[in-house]
């Protein structure tokens, strides 16, 4: 069992290398910090256990100490003494004063050790990717971007800071943006910096909900900094804008729709979590909240 769940999660961190989905949406330490603590368990739970006193362990080889061990001499095992303790071994072990433990699982130790040395090295040396991956001049560039973005919808000058720090948004602070509400600055979390780079720059429109999602949260801060403050009155707004957004971005105008057209029919649903988040009701086509009540279309 341990190891297929190894296997497991060595194909999840290769996932991350080569499927580019990931890449984009899951920061490089989670992979590895998720291996790492899988690795660091069973080379600790295997010292732990090595110290457990004999009726804890059980009077006789449990099912799975012989599925790992494995071998029809643990079927048969004998009970030796050594050092004034009682342990069983498989019958073919030396006896004596000193008992050769198991050759598979002084393998499996060696193991952990070594995937956990390995993955230390490899987060080390590999570069990182994703938004702290680019060049200081490339991250430069995309921030003044997206502060001109912003400033269209904003009405007034706008900047844009991508939070590679964490200190104000991301996965602590349970948001992808925040901002001064009628203010100048707004933050986003560094995966929304970098979906946007890439299709600002690159022409990569990515995965079409975290896309769609990347352009809605921009306009979303855009609208605070206009001054709205309600978060669902934003949101409508931030849908309907984000077409043009995400059209100005690089995208077709009907990729662009329909993105923002998914945004806000996954709404009802985004905002269970976050009801403050939810549209009202005359956010729809000829609403109240209808931006351009002249046209059909909406958002």
Known sequence: ?????????????????????LRDSIPAW???LALAALEAQFLFSGLRERGEPRDRRGSAPLPEDIEEF??????????????????????DVERGS????????????LEGVLALAGLLLLFVLLPEGGWRGLDEADRTRT???????????AGHRAVIHCDARGEAVGVVQHADG???????NAFLTPEICFRLHRLANEGDEGAFSQTARAIAVLAHEAWHLRGESDEGVTNCYAFQSGVELGRRLGLSPGTAARMMRQQLAENPVQARSAPAYLVPPTCRNGGRLDLDPATSRFP
């Open 143 to 153: 921030e003044a971007r997206l502060s001109t973005e912003a400033a269209r919808i």
């Open 30 to 32: 989670i992979p590895f």
């Open 98 to 109: 000193r008992v050769v433990r198991p050759r598979r699982r002084l393998l499996s130790r």
């Open 178 to 184: 925040i901002a001064e509400v009628g203010g100048v």
């Open 70 to 91: 494995g071998g029809p001499e643990w079927l048969e095992p004998d009970l030796v003494e050594v050092g004034g303790r009682q342990i069983w071994v498989p019958a």
């Open 1 to 21: 069992m341990e190891r297929r769940i190894r296997i497991a999660a060595v194909v999840l961190v290769l996932a991350w290398f080569f499927v580019p989905l």
